[in-house]
Every structure is written in C-alpha cells, then in structure tokens.
C-alpha cells in the first residue's frame, strides 16, 4: 500500500495492484490510505500505519487482508511478523488518537521533530509464511494468485506428459481424447435420477474447473451410481 493507489496502476513494466480490489478494504478505507500517505509519506511498519488512520478506518479484517497481500513488505515487515502484532499495534494506535483528542500530548509533542526521538517498536523473530500458506491466503482475498502459482514448481512435469493445455480446448474436434493437467480449483456435483429406477440407481455429474497457470476450463464428468 505504500505504492499502491484506489485502482490497478501502470508502472513501467510493474502493475500496482488497486487498493479497492483487495477483500475487506473497500472505496472509502483505501481513499482514507493513499490520502494519509500522500500528506505524510510513506507508512513506516504496521504500528505507524494504526497510529496515522483513524479507528473507523483500521479494523482487524481490513489489516489481515492488506498483509495477506504483501502491503507491509514494503516495511521490511513479513507476513507473519505484522499478523502477530496486529492487536497490539491496533490498541496504540487506539490509544495514541485518544489523548491526541483529548489535547493529552505527551512531551514528546513538546519537543521538536528534531529532537523527539523515534518511538521503537520490536519486531517479532518471525520467519515468512510457507508459500503454500501465502498462495492460499493470497487467493482469498485477491481472488488470483500473484506472488506466484502452485503449479509454477510443476512446470516442466506438465510440460512433459500432458497433451494439450485448457486455452486449446476449444480448437480440438469432438472426442478427441487428450492429456491434461492442472489444478481442480472448484467442484460442483449435481444429481439426475432415473425416472424409471428412481429408488435404485441414479447419475452423478461433476463440472470442474481445472487451472493452469496462463489458462482454464470446464471439465465434466458423468459417473453412474447408487443412490
């Protein structure tokens, strides 16, 4: 978020992801973000970032969806480390914006920005995420994956064994039989019963959605049964 604007940005040859896009965050949340950073600069760690937004900006969920998708990287801060402080950086930035409320500046208000020393907050010894943890977050709350993809490490076994990718589906003729592989990412089951055996047997019907990295497709599947 410190790069990070309302909408997707063109950056040269980076995308900024669009603040409003992330889950939790929505339109008046992220103007409230890009606002505050662009009168007082960059957000220094997650404590700075409670103690400069208002209380009806910053919420748990908000702040667990914007480090899910890397926004505190940029911080020096990983993933682990900020969703470990969340509730104790939330409580002084609380804390901080009521005696500012209240006209209860400590002394350090008094003092110069020169002379009032950086308030320090401890870092947790936190390793990251496992990627497989960042990935499955990272879907959730940005509906696609974008630090990477979990068939990135398959690459060259699909690569090998399979015959055709989902993008070239539809160039194929009818029953063409074909190699495929990628990643099942939704299931939908539906039942039809026999009308004439409508207490025996019955057809069940899967529609898949399987996932390559650049591509993917419906695929069905009709089992028969007892039901």
Same mark, same amino acid.
């Given at each position: ?18 603040? /409003? ?29 409670? $103690? ?11 702040? *667990? ?9 940029? #911080? ?5 480390? /900020?969703?470990?402080?969340?509730? +104790? ?13 209240? $006209? ?21 010894? !936190?390793?990251?995420?496992? +990627?497989? +943890?960042? !990935?499955?977050? *990272? ?28 993008? #070239?589906?539809? +160039? !194929?003729?009818?029953? #063409? *039989? ?8 939704? #299931?939908?089951?539906?039942?039809? /019963? ?7 047997? $019955? ?25």
């Amino acid at each position: 978020f410190n790069y990070c604007n309302l909408f997707f940005m063109l950056d040269g040859m980076l995308i900024h992801f669009g603040l /409003v896009a992330v889950k939790n965050v929505g339109e008046g949340p992220a103007k409230s973000i890009v606002y505050e950073r662009a009168e007082n600069g960059a957000f220094k760690d997650i404590y700075d970032f409670c $103690g400069r937004l208002e209380g009806r900006v910053v919420n748990r969920k908000l702040i *667990e969806s914007l480090n899910i998708a890397g926004g505190f990287l940029s #911080t020096g801060w990983n993933r682990a480390q /900020v969703f470990a402080s969340i509730d +104790e950086a939330m409580a002084a930035g609380q804390s901080g914006q009521r005696d500012r409320a209240a $006209g209860q500046g400590s002394l350090l208000d008094l003092m110069s920005t020169d002379d009032a020393p950086a308030i320090a907050y401890e870092k947790p010894e !936190l390793a990251e995420w496992s +990627e497989a +943890e960042i !990935l499955l977050a *990272e879907r959730d709350v940005l509906a696609l994956y974008v630090s990477s993809h979990p068939l990135a490490k398959y690459e060259e076994t699909l690569r090998t064994f399979v015959s055709t990718t989902p993008d #070239t589906f539809r +160039e !194929l003729p009818n029953e #063409t *039989e074909v190699i495929v592989g990628g990643l099942i990412s939704s #299931t939908l089951l539906d039942f039809f /019963v026999h009308p004439a055996l409508f207490w025996t047997f $019955g057809r069940k019907e899967a529609q898949r959605l399987i996932e390559q990295e650049n591509a993917e497709a419906d695929l069905s599947s009709i089992q028969a049964e007892d039901i």
